[in-house]
C-alpha cells in the first residue's frame, strides 16, 4: 500500500490533519520515478468502449467544445489543445487499480476512481473548481498547474464545461512525472499541458445528502413497520364536510413520527448503497464453471482475491458487498473483514469458514465478484 514518499514523508494522520480539505500540497516524486502504467493507446483503446465513461473536450477560438464517447476516433495527435478523460480506469486495468489502492489510507467508503487524462500542447479543461478533494499525479510529460484559494467561484454562462468567470492564479507549479498536486474541494486550478501530457486524478466520492435522504427513504419503505389503522372513537360532527379535520392531522402526525431511524437502518442502508456497482459496471458471471466441490479445492489450494471492480465493505456484523448485505457470525465475520480490507484471502485463511459462508464465497465466485488467486 501507501509508501512514505506518497504524501511527501507526511504520515497519513499528519496530512489529513493538516492539508486535506484545508490546503493544498505539492509532492515532488511522491512515486520515484513513475511511469506512466498505460501508455495513451491503451488509453485511447478504453475511450472507444460504451462501457468506459469518457469526454472530449477541445479548445476552439471562440470557446470550449465537450463530447461524451465512447470514441471510435479521436483527434489527430498533432492538433493542439485538447483533452480526453477517462473516468474508472481502474475498473479496466489492473495497474490503475493498484495505484488507486496506495490511498486507502482514507477508507473506500470515500475512495471513488482513477480518472486519467491525455492532452496535447496546450491542453487543459480550463479554469475550474471541483467539489470533491483530488490528488493530481502527473504521469507522462509536464503539466502547469495554476492554482487560487480564492472565494469568486462564479462560472462562465453558456459553456458546456466549468470555466471560473475570474480566475485569480496566486501559485504556478511544473510538474513533471511522479510529482503529485491535492487540491482541497472548491480549491481553483487550472492545468495546461506543456507538449503532450497525461495526468492521473485520484477521486473522491462524496455524495450530496440530498441523494442520499432520497435513496434512504426508498430503502427504508422495505422496512418500517407501522402496525395499527386509523380510528376516531372520539369523532364529532362537522359543518365543513370539505375541510381536512384537525384531529387527524394531529393524530396521523403522531404515528408518522414513531418511524425511528437507528444505527442500524443507517450502517445497512449505507454499506448496500455505497457498495453498489456505479451503472456502468458489469460483472461477467461465469455461471457454474467450476462444483462448489471444485472451488472448495482451488480456494484451499490458491487463495481468493476480489475482483477489482467489487466493492466490499463492513460495519459491526454487516458485510456488504457490491449492494448486498449479509449478517455474520464472529468467525465468518473474521474471515470477511479480512477478505475485504485485504482484498484477499490466503489459503489458510478460510480454513474454519461455516458452510454457509463457503456457499456465498462460491456464489460470489460465479457471479464474477471474485476469483482464485
Ligand atoms: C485534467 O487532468 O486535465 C483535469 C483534472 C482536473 O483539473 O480536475
Ligand atoms: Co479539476
Known amino acids: 500500500m501507501k509508501k512514505p514518499e506518497l504524501l511527501g514523508g507526511l504520515t497519513p494522520a499528519q496530512f489529513l490533519r493538516d492539508y486535506w480539505h484545508k490546503k493544498p500540497l505539492l509532492i515532488r516524486q511522491a512515486i520515484p520515478g513513475f511511469q506512466a502504467p498505460l501508455p495513451r493507446q491503451e488509453l485511447f483503446e478504453l475511450a472507444r468502449r460504451d462501457e468506459v465513461e469518457s469526454r472530449l473536450i477541445t479548445q476552439r477560438d471562440q470557446g470550449w467544445d465537450m463530447q461524451h464517447g465512447p470514441f471510435a476516433k479521436l483527434p489527430a495527435l498533432k492538433q493542439k489543445a485538447w483533452t480526453l478523460l477517462v473516468q474508472g480506469v481502474n475498473l479496466h486495468h489492473p495497474a490503475a487499480d493498484a495505484l488507486l489502492r496506495q490511498f486507502r489510507f482514507i477508507s473506500d467508503a470515500r475512495l471513488d476512481d482513477l480518472m486519467i487524462s491525455y492532452a496535447t500542447d496546450g491542453g487543459g479543461v480550463g479554469p475550474h473548481f471541483d467539489s470533491y478533494d483530488v490528488f493530481l499525479l502527473q504521469a507522462h510529460g509536464q503539466r502547469r498547474w495554476r492554482i487560487s484559494a480564492q472565494d469568486d467561484l462564479t462560472l462562465e454562462e453558456g459553456v458546456p464545461l466549468k470555466i471560473l468567470s475570474n480566475f485569480q492564479p496566486e501559485q504556478e507549479f511544473v510538474l513533471e512525472p511522479g510529482d503529485m498536486l491535492y487540491l482541497p474541494p472548491h480549491y481553483a486550478h ?184
Open 190 to 373: 487550472d492545468g495546461v499541458a506543456l507538449g503532450e501530457c497525461m495526468t492521473y486524478s485520484v477521486g473522491f466520492r462524496a455524495p450530496a445528502y440530498q441523494e442520499l435522504g432520497e435513496a434512504f427513504l426508498d430503502f427504508m419503505m422495505d422496512s418500517i413497520d407501522l402496525p395499527g389503522r386509523y380510528a376516531d372513537p372520539e369523532l364529532k360532527p362537522t359543518e365543513k364536510p370539505a375541510e381536512l379535520p384537525a384531529a387527524m392531522v394531529a393524530r396521523i402526525r403522531d404515528e408518522l413520527n414513531k418511524i425511528r431511524f437507528t444505527d442500524d437502518d443507517i450502517t445497512i442502508f449505507l454499506g448496500e448503497h455505497l457498495s453498489e456497482p456505479k451503472p456502468s459496471v458489469f460483472f461477467e458471471a461465469r455461471g457454474e464453471d467450476l462444483s462448489f466441490a471444485r472451488f472448495f479445492q482451488g480456494a484451499k489450494k490458491r487463495g481468493l482475491v476480489l475482483h477489482r471492480k467489487t466493492q466490499m465493505l463492513y460495519r459491526g456484523t454487516h458485510v456488504f458487498i457490491n449492494g448486498e448485505s449479509f449478517q455474520v457470525g464472529r468467525a465468518d465475520k473474521a474471515i470477511l473483514t479480512k477478505l475485504a480490507d485485504q482484498r484477499r484471502l490466503e489459503k489458510q485463511e478460510f480454513d474454519s469458514a461455516s458452510e454457509d459462508l463457503l456457499e456465498a464465497l462460491h456464489q460470489w465466485h460465479e457471479s464474477g465478484w471474485l476469483e482464485l488467486a
